[in-house]
């Protein structure tokens, strides 16, 4: 357990389900304490409000499950939209990949995977070409997300059908994965970031 005075996110080393917060707390420039481990030891499930991984700390505050916790970082710092029915909108975008998306590259049917991506990384591509940004006016959480969505399905190469995602295909997700990355703390982030399978 960590016992830093900044927050904590504890997973694997992989980049999975804890890459949207910790690009997240890079984007946002927040310190924090990227604790890796290998697997769940007995005293570490012990700690896990559902004996899994992710899970971040944030003083005496205990959080589980990605996507929550991206909310959370999200919420604390102003990154949520600008109003509640922008906050409710991101969080559209960010349960569609969660409970849509990386389902169904974990266990892949071709055509329905290619479906799916056109179906939602198409209304992404419209809807960034139309205003620029997912939601509102600004950057928001669903930008990230769908761009680290985007860049990890890539990652996870062709058994997850990353061919379908290609540049030519979605020019402005291209375009915010370059955003994104032209961040200094994202930047350093990736730079420093191991190489992994997952």
Do not use: C, M, N, P
């Given at each position: 357990m960590s016992t830093s005075s900044v927050p904590s996110l504890t997973y694997f080393q992989g980049r999975g389900l804890g890459q949207f917060s910790r690009v997240l707390l890079s984007y946002l420039g927040i310190p924090y304490e990227n604790i890796t481990v290998t697997e769940i030891s007995d005293a570490l499930r012990a700690t896990l409000p559902y004996g899994q991984l992710p899970i971040y700390r944030d003083g005496d505050f205990v959080l589980t499950?990605?996507?929550?916790?991206?909310?959370?970082i999200a919420k604390k710092h102003n990154f949520m939209g600008k109003n509640l029915e922008e906050e409710f909108l991101v969080d559209q975008i960010v349960t569609a990949?969660?409970?849509?998306?990386f389902p169904a590259f974990n266990n892949p049917v071709p055509e329905k995977l290619q479906k799916l991506y056109e179906k939602y990384f198409g209304s992404f591509e419209?809807?960034?070409?139309?205003?620029?940004?997912?939601v509102g006016?600004?950057?928001t959480l669903a930008d990230l997300y769908v761009y680290v969505g985007f860049d990890y399905i890539r990652f996870r190469g062709e058994a997850a059908l990353s061919s379908e995602l290609s540049d030519e295909k979605y020019p402005k997700i291209?375009?915010?994965k370059k955003f994104f990355e032209s961040n200094e703390g994202v930047a350093k982030y990736i730079k420093e970031r191991p190489e992994t399978k997952f």
């Open positions: 499950q990605s996507s929550t916790i991206a909310r959370y990949i969660h409970a849509d998306i419209k809807k960034l070409q139309e205003t620029g940004f997912l006016s600004s950057v291209a375009e915010l």
